[in-house]
């Protein structure tokens, strides 16, 4: 997180209007939920309390950084997404072991181990791969899949960690696969859940899910 964004190209005015509409919405919030929410919202991360207009200031900074994150991961989904099309699931599994086995040659080779000592190589599979080799996701995998997109304008896009919907330019979703736990991730308020039957994980501290 950078607190330290450029912000002297926009107008003060500009500031003192969002503060405005975020002292409200904050108050609105702050009363629905019986209790104060200052510090909890997802641009508080960004705030400069010392500052004039902090709250404006820290959701120009979350946007930025948002945009710049955006940027990156459409130029990375896009990069994967025409590998992916161009490739069977048994091809991009073969790719995945033999990407494996070359790093385990790069790191025999690069790492010198001491007596004593193993040599424990980590690999990063792809998500697809990791939906190709968990059979008992796939099934819940599908179904959800096929719930998003089943809303108009949803659009998904697979990429290396993950798959992505988005809705009008916005990201809504992402399932993750860690293990053997399919994970799907949505564009919600944990605040707004909080006395919810809803079993629920607030993620938005961690920068991969943040939105």
Same mark, same amino acid.
């Given at each position: 997180?950078?607190?330290?964004?450029?912000?002297?190209?926009?107008?003060? &005015? *500009? =500031? #003192?209007?969002?503060?405005?509409?975020?002292?409200?919405?904050? /108050?609105?919030?702050?009363?629905?939920?019986?209790?104060?929410? $200052? @510090?909890?919202?997802? /641009?508080?991360?960004? $705030? !400069?309390?010392?500052?004039?207009?902090?709250?404006?200031?820290?959701?120009?900074?979350?946007?930025?950084?948002?945009?710049?994150?955006?940027?990156?991961?459409?130029? +990375?989904?896009?990069? %994967?997404?025409?590998?992916?099309? &161009?490739?069977?699931?048994?091809?991009?599994?073969?790719?995945?072991?033999?990407?494996? +086995? #070359?790093?385990?040659?790069?790191?025999?080779?690069?790492?010198?181990?001491?007596?004593?000592?193993? $040599?424990?190589?980590?690999?990063?599979? %792809?998500?697809?791969?990791?939906?190709?080799?968990?059979?008992? !996701?796939?099934?819940?995998?599908?179904?959800?899949?096929? #719930?998003?997109? @089943?809303?108009? @304008?949803?659009?998904?896009?697979?990429?290396?960690? @993950?798959?992505?919907?988005?809705?009008?330019?916005?990201?809504?979703?992402? =399932?993750?696969?860690?293990?053997?736990?399919?994970?799907? =991730?949505?564009?919600? %308020?944990?605040?707004?859940? &909080?006395?919810?039957?809803?079993? =629920?994980?607030?993620? %938005?501290?961690?920068?991969?899910?943040? *939105?």
């Amino acid at each position: 997180m950078d607190k330290n964004k450029d912000l002297s190209v926009i107008p003060q &005015e *500009e =500031f #003192a209007r969002q503060q405005k509409i975020s002292d409200i919405d904050k /108050w609105l919030a702050s009363e629905k939920a019986h209790r104060d929410l $200052c @510090g909890t919202m997802t /641009w508080c991360k960004y $705030c !400069v309390k010392a500052e004039i207009y902090p709250c404006a200031k820290a959701q120009f900074r979350e946007k930025m950084e948002t945009a710049l994150d955006d940027l990156v991961d459409e130029i +990375l989904e896009k990069e %994967s997404a025409e590998t992916v099309e &161009e490739e069977t699931d048994s091809q991009i599994l073969q790719q995945d072991v033999a990407e494996e +086995l #070359a790093v385990e040659d790069l790191a025999e080779d690069a790492i010198q181990v001491p007596e004593g000592y193993e $040599c424990v190589t980590r690999y990063r599979r %792809s998500f697809r791969s990791r939906v190709i080799q968990n059979t008992p !996701v796939q099934d819940v995998y599908t179904e959800l899949k096929n #719930a998003l997109l @089943g809303y108009g @304008g949803v659009k998904s896009r697979m990429c290396q960690s @993950g798959e992505n919907f988005r809705a009008q330019g916005h990201k809504i979703a992402k =399932f993750v696969v860690t293990g053997k736990t399919l994970s799907l =991730f949505l564009a919600l %308020s944990p605040a707004e859940f &909080e006395n919810s039957p809803y079993r =629920f994980e607030d993620v %938005s501290e961690k920068k991969s899910h943040r *939105e």
